[in-house]
């Protein structure tokens, strides 16, 4: 699949491929379930909204616990310290965050598309360097992996899940945490029922 770059800008409409910081968009903010951390039990973090890969009816929330860095295994698609989930897209209300825990990022940001001639992001990326791009990761295409390949595979058909975006983490541009200088990597499914995953690596 081809890649499209990631970037960034302050445009915060809901018509924004994809918007980071502020509050999750929902069709039922009253009967939205906050993830929490499986470790900690404390809230998850919101950090923002991708599209689907597939299915354009579709975003992906994803969350991460922030309530002691380091500690809950944040980074691991299984342990519980993060979460993504499917949810209906062009949603107009925003979930309610518990009154506790750390639940929100410091900034409000989104991003735009910028399409490119490459089908990794790491080759797109090199390609931007001259252009003067604030990008902020990508969309689609294959993951730039900082360590091993970390593909998750959906618990509903056992098949590798197939990236939506990859994110990188700037102290100079955004409040993301992943452990410094990492990468941030969310999945999905498009079998029926198909489930969504999220982790970094640094």
């Known amino acids: 699949m081809p890649v499209d770059l990631l970037v960034i800008d302050d445009d915060l409409r809901g018509a924004a491929p994809a918007i980071f910081g502020g509050r999750p968009p929902v069709l039922d903010a009253d009967g939205f379930a906050w993830p929490r951390c499986a470790t900690c039990a404390g809230p998850l973090q919101y950090q923002g909204r991708v599209p689907h890969p597939i299915d354009a009816g579709k975003d992906i929330l994803f969350f991460q616990c922030a309530n002691d860095p380091g500690m809950c295994d944040e980074w691991d698609q299984k342990a519980g310290g993060n979460a993504a989930i499917v949810v209906a897209a062009g949603a107009e209300s925003y979930a309610v965050p518990p009154a506790e825990g750390i639940t929100s990022l410091h900034g409000h940001w ?93």
């Open 110 to 202: 989104s991003g735009h598309v910028v399409a490119a001639d490459a089908d990794t992001y790491d080759q797109a990326r090199a390609d931007s360097r001259g252009d003067g791009l604030a990008v902020l990761g990508c969309l689609g295409g294959e993951p730039g992996w900082i360590q091993d390949d970390e593909t998750p595979t959906c618990s509903a058909c056992g098949q590798p899940m197939i990236l939506a975006a990859q994110l990188e983490e700037s102290a100079d541009r955004n409040s993301f945490n992943f452990g410094g200088a990492g990468c941030g990597y969310i999945f999905a499914c498009t079998c029926p029922g198909g489930t969504a995953s999220f982790l970094w690596q640094c």
